[in-house]
């Protein structure tokens, strides 16, 4: 995995995509400029609408120099694989998206729907609306999809909060609502609003069509202080969904929107993991939902591989990730840790060694969290050190390692097999390859091991960190 190899690669992509890009565009400007739509003529008036202008173009070329279309072609290929979760056979055309959300959607580098786009969004756009409990793997894009459904259902026209989103934390709300704006950036009359710590309201009511946030804000402004009607909401979406549901907290505010809202409106459910009981007690709030639930198997993604380390201690980690950055060409990479006792110290230790480290745990405020994530997804830190706050829903994909410093455990030191899945979902983010690497160093850590293997039914393999050639062969494989 050498970062050289990866952006000539990603170079070549690019050219090949901006050339693409501006023949459409050209044939598009001359299609539109050469004919005058008749009546009646839809498809006329769409491809009126699609035809992009000069600045939108230069728009879309930067675009894609950010390189977030930089593997189209892998993801091209994955897509024909019809055992991969990015297959799809149908376009986003097909879906009958508003003109300004496709437009959109591509301006994003987003050439076909993921299997989970794919297949919830026909449900979710469909009339009457239905309910939806879905589950695909993580960086499969269903944030997209909701975010999709969320845009096409409001009616910008009643100035009242009509979508409502909620999130776990402050970055993941925020990283929804950044992608909502991106997908409406040609909707500049959708409005919308973030309920997350640090944002004030006054005592006129909200009049923004969509509102993000986390559950308690939500039901401050909600229920507290009614700025916003919860029985006019008309899409209600609870983003990882079985944390919502399964932490305590979380649950008993999301049961108490939940209650507020009228019949008709329409519920969105999504996550990478629901375990049983947590999907059956969704089944028992949502009414006649639409499931899309994966087996077992097809949880973990291939494009990850899992790897464990045998160490004796905390100073024996750390050599194995010193032999890991000495063997191969990282990107960038996020360290799990148990407690923030262990990510002080980690990164104390990586800083000493000229690392470029940053350190993200509780005890920030949020808009130092904020901060942190920021500079990282601009890789001005190359490595990230956490605790669980960021094991969920953060997608930064130039993420190609994850390490597991600790092996993720419950409240009764058994393994927590969802926030395992979730944690090394931060790497390989849509088709892209990743690497997980757990830091194993006692007999209960290695039981945990096993137990995530056993539960997933995915190979996790050893791996010898003071062997430079394996370390090497991981990097390319
Ligand atoms: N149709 C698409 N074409 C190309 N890229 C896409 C598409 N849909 C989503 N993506 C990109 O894939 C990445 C992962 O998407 P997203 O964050 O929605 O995944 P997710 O399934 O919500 O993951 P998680 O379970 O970790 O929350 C994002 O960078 C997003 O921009």
């Known amino acids: 995995?050498?970062?050289?190899?990866?952006?000539?690669?990603?170079?070549?992509?690019?050219?090949?995509e901006i050339s693409n890009l501006v023949d459409k565009l050209k044939l598009e400007n001359e299609n539109a400029a050469g004919r005058k739509p008749e009546a009646g003529d839809g498809k006329r008036e769409e491809d009126q609408a699609d035809s992009a202008s000069a600045a939108e173009t230069s728009l879309l070329m930067k675009i894609i120099r950010k390189g977030l279309v930089e593997s189209k072609q892998d993801l091209e290929i994955q897509r024909k694989d019809p055992n991969s979760p990015l297959y799809s056979v149908k376009t986003f055309e097909a879906l009958h998206l508003k003109p300004e959300l496709l437009k959109g959607v591509y301006a994003m580098g987003f050439n076909a729907p993921s299997k989970i786009q794919e297949t919830a969004l026909p449900t979710l756009l469909a009339d009457p609306p239905q309910n939806m409990i879905a589950q695909s793997q993580s960086g499969t894009g269903k944030t997209a999809a909701f975010v999709l459904a969320m845009l096409s259902r409001v009616d910008p026209k009643k100035d009242y909060p009509q979508v409502l989103c909620l999130s776990p934390t402050y970055e993941l709300a925020i990283q929804t609502g950044e992608v909502a704006a991106r997908m409406a950036q040609f909707c500049p009359e959708i409005k919308l609003k973030y309920a997350v710590r640090g944002e004030e309201v006054g005592r006129e009511k909200l009049t923004d069509h969509i509102i993000i946030g986390t559950p308690g804000k939500v039901m401050d402004w909600g229920i507290k202080y009614k700025v916003f009607d919860l029985k006019k909401i008309r899409v209600f979406v609870l983003d990882e969904a079985d944390v919502m549901i399964a932490t305590q907290g979380h649950h008993d505010q999301c049961i108490r929107i939940h209650k507020q809202l009228s019949k008709s409106c329409q519920m969105m459910f999504f996550s990478a993991t629901y375990d049983k009981e947590v999907m059956d007690f969704a089944q028992y709030i949502v009414p006649n939902p639409i499931i899309i639930k994966l087996r077992r198997e097809q949880e973990s993604l291939d494009n990850i591989k899992q790897y464990y380390v045998r160490c004796k201690d905390q100073d024996e980690k750390?050599?194995?990730?010193?032999?890991?950055y000495g063997g191969i060409t990282v990107g960038q990479a996020i360290i799990f840790c148990h407690t923030r006792k262990t990510a002080t110290w980690l990164s104390g230790k990586m800083s000493q060694d000229g690392h470029s480290v940053a350190v993200l745990s509780g005890e920030l405020t949020v808009e130092q969290r904020l901060l942190v994530l920021d500079r990282f997804r601009d890789g001005l830190e190359k490595v990230l050190i956490t605790t669980n706050v960021l094991s969920r829903g953060i997608d930064v994909e130039q993420v190609t390692i994850v390490v597991n410093f600790d092996l993720p455990m419950d409240g009764h030191g058994r393994a927590d097999c969802e926030t395992y899945l979730h944690r090394i979902g931060r790497t390989g983010r849509f088709g892209k390859n990743g690497i997980a690497i757990n830091l194993v160093d006692s007999d209960k850590s290695m039981n945990i091991c096993k137990a995530i293997e056993k539960h997933f039914k995915k190979k996790i393999e050893l791996l010898d960190a003071d062997n430079s050639d394996e370390i090497e062969k991981i990097g390319t494989e």
């Open 1 to 16: 995995m050498s970062e050289k190899k990866d952006s000539n690669w990603v170079k070549k992509a690019e050219d090949q």
């Open 318 to 324: 750390y050599k194995a990730i010193q032999n890991i």
